[in-house]
């Protein structure tokens, strides 16, 4: 009799969280969050490190229990079926955990094995996965000899053996430089495409830009917004942002005068810039014309030591929600 909870018989979310906490002693890492996670979607946690995004993956991977609250994972509960979830699940983890006495191909085989797959099954999903992660031509190699971006592609690729229902992919492309880290997207992409459910972690805004559909920003164990990408900076940012940068041990000064400047009703600042944010390396003005922003700023007689008009970012939404960069 198939599960009525069962998301391949019903059209429920295959991640479901109401009032989810995690504790570690007095410790609070995930207090009280509400997520939902569709079929076929990819769903992103953003926040800083200790923001509480490893440990709300750990409970949806089933290890790690839940402290307090509602949890749901391909409509199962992870305290009385963690077994039978896992077997569906696909897990990147932060660190990769590759077999280094193995060759490439057999990481994936003996993996596959664990899943109760045949050798013959499992060596035919292997090589398929090799190829779609473009480690056909290193089958035989050793791991260890691999650039971190290829052991992470082989970290993703054995991931999939199993053929998931959902993949978790925690931090999928940190320590890795950015043309692996552009490959490794172009991956996840590719898996997207597809179909298949991805729910992951990061601290990059532009990873979370590029791969989710939809995401929760996340800070002290907290959902602060939620959201697709464009939605977000959509209600809570502009559409510009003007950097403004100043020599050594001016920016504070020059941060002061300018949001003096920008204060004043009867200038044309004061109806530009919505918001200004002084950081330590430099100011930040938020506008929807960002070219007439800084004539104005020129104009007033502050001197830059360089100037970048850019668009709006995940980034600036955090700074927005929290007060403070999104990687410190």
């Known amino acids: 009799m198939p ?18 906490v995690k504790r570690f002693g007095s410790f609070t890492a995930v207090d009280g969050i509400d997520v939902d996670v569709a ?19 750990r409970m949806i991977g089933c290890v790690s229990p839940v402290t307090e609250g509602t949890l749901r994972v391909l409509g199962h509960d992870p305290a009385v079926d963690g077994t039978r979830i896992r077997a569906r699940l696909g897990v990147v983890p932060q660190e990769d955990t590759l077999d280094f006495e193995l060759s490439v191909y057999e990481n994936l085989v003996v993996y596959g094995r664990y899943f109760g797959l045949s050798r013959q099954e499992a060596g035919e999903r292997a090589r ?15 791991v260890e000899p ?14 999939l053996i199993n053929d998931p229902d959902l993949l978790l992919l925690d931090e999928p492309t940190t320590g890795l430089d950015p043309q692996a880290r552009h490959v490794v997207w172009d991956r996840l992409f590719r898996l997207k495409q597809r179909g298949v459910t991805l729910v992951l972690t990061t601290h990059y805004m532009d ?15 907290r959902i602060a917004a939620e959201g697709s990408p464009a939605g977000l900076i959509k209600e809570w940012s502009t559409r510009e942002v003007v950097e403004l940068r100043f020599t050594a041990g001016e920016t504070e000064a020059a941060g002061e005068k300018v ?34 922003t800084v004539a104005e700023v020129h104009g007033a007689g502050v001197v830059t030591q360089s100037v970048l008009v850019r668009r709006s970012s995940l980034e600036d939404v955090f700074l927005r929600l929290t007060g403070r960069s999104l990687v410190e």
């Open 3 to 20: 599960d009525p909870l069962d998301p391949l018989t019903e059209e429920l979310p295959l991640v479901h969280a109401r009032g989810l």
């Open 39 to 57: 079929r076929g979607e990819a769903f992103g946690f953003l926040g800083p490190n200790g923001a509480g995004k490893s440990s709300t993956m």
């Open 128 to 142: 398929r996965l090799l190829e779609f992660v473009q480690l056909e031509e290193r089958a035989a190699s050793l």
């Open 146 to 159: 691999l650039s971190g971006g290829m052991k992470r592609r082989l970290t993703i690729a054995r991931s």
């Open 207 to 221: 990873e979370a830009e590029q791969l989710c559909d939809r995401l929760v920003v996340m800070d002290s164990g």
């Open 259 to 292: 949001e003096a400047l920008v204060a004043e009703t009867e200038r044309p600042l004061h109806r530009l810039v919505s918001r200004v944010e002084v950081l330590p390396d430099r100011v930040l003005l938020y506008s929807d014309d960002g070219d007439a």
